[in-house]
């Protein structure tokens, strides 16, 4: 491997001051309460982090590809308002989600929404935000939108139909709202286009590739081998374009590792456990608000984890972490991924300028509509 390309791979992880942060709690938790260091390979989800993987290695080949530019030269073309563009792209960011998951839909989406970037002169941060909070509204729907509802489903009685008519009332609300700040917060110009300077092909055989192996990496997490799946992934990027293997954010795969040792360290002080033991004894409203305000700690899926232990799944609950996963960026993994692929370190507090506000009123419709 040439030194450009060392470069090139080490880069991200000097800069990322995010993985430095939980690098820094992480040996922080440790040093308080030190645990065998053969633990934490049990802690971390290989699952996630292996679709995960798979899934950038995927998306960033059809990037690579130029498929994305091509795409975003089709819609453009037919949508001319940044108003209707932007509905476009939250609608089937939140319908994508629904069906496919919230983080596959970003995977989707985001490259494609970059793209635009190159074509005109939208506001593509904005887009990503809004699209981030459109695939926590999406998957909030379903059971198998996201993974806290995966878990509250699997702990819950509910029929696949019956959970979704458990979570409609505040999907909708949550659509609707959305929909209608977009509506506010895109206004009906048209799209500021920029000369084109090339035609906009795309490489067929990669596109290709990207397809079949795309196609293999859905039947291996269908029967839960994802580790093959990705090293199936791995090796046909090897013999297609190693370029792919160098693009994609390495350091990303860390924070979620990190991000899953953490909250074990965290989890399990000693200090914690006496108030981890009364959460069964409080009363709905306290659930509710604590369901929430852990996801602001240790993101939504953990927090799921977390109360899960202590009380049934029920909408009280699956309301207040889906409501959780917006407010701050942690509160969701949806959240870092879709801002960490805007590679634009200004979009972080102008997410947040966004994103706090709606928790707000995600936490009140929520507690309203139970």
């Known amino acids: 491997m040439s030194s450009h390309a060392v470069t090139r791979l080490l880069r991200p992880f000097i ?3 995010l993985l430095h942060i939980l690098l820094l709690i992480g040996v922080l ?9 053969s633990v934490f390979r049990h802690v971390i989800d290989w699952r996630t982090i292996n679709t995960l993987l798979g899934l950038m290695l995927l998306t960033k080949g059809v990037e690579v590809s130029g498929y994305f530019d091509f ?12 108003r209707w563009l932007a509905l476009f792209l939250v609608f089937s960011a939140a319908l994508l989600s629904s069906f496919l998951t919230n983080d596959v839909a970003l995977f989707i989406v985001i490259p494609l929404t970059i793209t635009l970037k190159k074509l005109s002169a939208l506001p593509v941060n904005r887009l990503i935000i809004f699209q981030a909070l459109a695939v926590n509204v999406g998957s909030l729907l379903t059971p198998i939108g996201n993974p806290q509802n995966i878990l509250l489903w699997g702990e819950s009685s509910l029929s696949f139909m019956a959970f979704i008519g458990q979570m409609a009332p505040l999907a909708a609300a949550l659509m609707l709202s959305l929909l209608a700040i977009t509506w506010l917060s895109f206004p009906a110009r048209n799209i500021v286009k920029k000369a084109p300077t090339q035609s906009y092909p795309y490489q067929k055989l990669l596109l290709l590739g990207c397809v079949v192996l795309y196609g293999v990496f859905l039947v291996s997490l269908e029967l839960a081998q994802p580790l093959y799946g ?9 013999l297609l374009a190693r370029r792919v293997l160098l693009q994609i954010d390495w350091s990303l795969i860390f924070v979620f590792i990190m991000m899953f040792i953490d909250i074990k360290l965290f989890t399990e002080l000693q200090v914690m ?15 509710y608000s604590l369901g929430i305000g852990l996801s602001q ?6 927090a799921t984890i977390l109360l899960l232990n202590y009380v049934p799944s029920s909408a009280l609950l699956a309301y207040a972490v889906n409501a959780g996963g917006f407010g701050l960026a942690i509160g969701s993994l949806a959240n870092l991924i879709a801002l960490r692929m805007a590679g634009d370190r200004r979009i972080w507090l102008h997410f947040h300028y966004y994103s706090l506000p709606f928790l707000a009123w995600a936490a009140l419709i929520g507690w309203l509509l139970l």
């Open 15 to 17: 800069r990322d001051r």
């Open 29 to 37: 938790l440790f040093a308080i309460e030190p645990q065998p260091l």
């Open 71 to 82: 795409i975003g030269r089709q819609i453009i073309n037919a949508l001319h308002s940044e």
């Open 230 to 238: 990705l090293l199936t992934v791995f090796i046909g990027f090897l």
């Open 273 to 287: 456990q006496p108030l981890f033991s009364g959460i069964s004894a409080l009363p709905d409203s306290a659930v």
């Open 297 to 302: 700690v240790i993101s939504n899926v953990p």
